[in-house]
């Protein structure tokens, strides 16, 4: 079944105690992309990659860091969270630009 | 940088009529709008989608179209069921990367 994974699916932790929380796809996609989601904001893009090893920042990206060693992973990390960053996180793959984004069921994150 | 306004916030219709939902976007280059609808505690999910060289396109009860000279687009839903309740958001993508602006959403009800 072609699908995003995200895990974990709900985390509690402190502030400054470094997290990753992981993303796979298993479409062959080239494209993933990290996402938050606010009340009344929408979704906004934090970091985004168009294939292997190449990255870029979306809107939002202060406080995060991506990797994408692998096509088909693409883990978020906070290396130092705070209460500000306590959101719900979805990842996303597409075949290309202009094309239909496949979100992960999302991974509801609390900083205390 | 690109912004992606949506109107109205939150939308509430009698079951069989008409729902529509405008966005605005900012960057002339934008070429692709998506729109995704997210059920409650759900992953958004595509719903349908428009490309700059197209004004408008349908799909049975959905419709979206889209004005490049006023640079606005917008979802049409005709007979709308209970189960068209959800979070419909709208978004904007700038060649050449996978730069992605969502707008802030829209709730809408339908009251059977």
Redesign the interface.
Known sequence: EAQVTQNPRYLITVTGKKLTVTCSQNMNHE?M?W?RQDP??????IY???NVEVT?K??VPEGYKVSRKEKRNFPLILESPSPNQTSLY?CAS?WG??G??Y????TRLTVT | ?ENVE?HP?TLSVQEGDSAVIKCTYSDSAS??F?W?KQELGK????II?I?SNVGEKKDQRIAVTLNKTAKHFSLHITETQPEDSAVY?C?A?I???????????TRLFVKA
């Open positions: 494209y992309s996402y009344g904001l929408g979704l906004r893009q985004y990659s168009m870029d979306g809107d979805f597409s630009e202009g239909e984004q979100f992960g069921p999302g | 940088g949506q916030s070429n692709y998506p995704y992953r958004p999910q595509l989608d490309r958001f978004a993508s060649p050449g990367g996978f730069k992605t602006i969502f707008g802030a959403g």
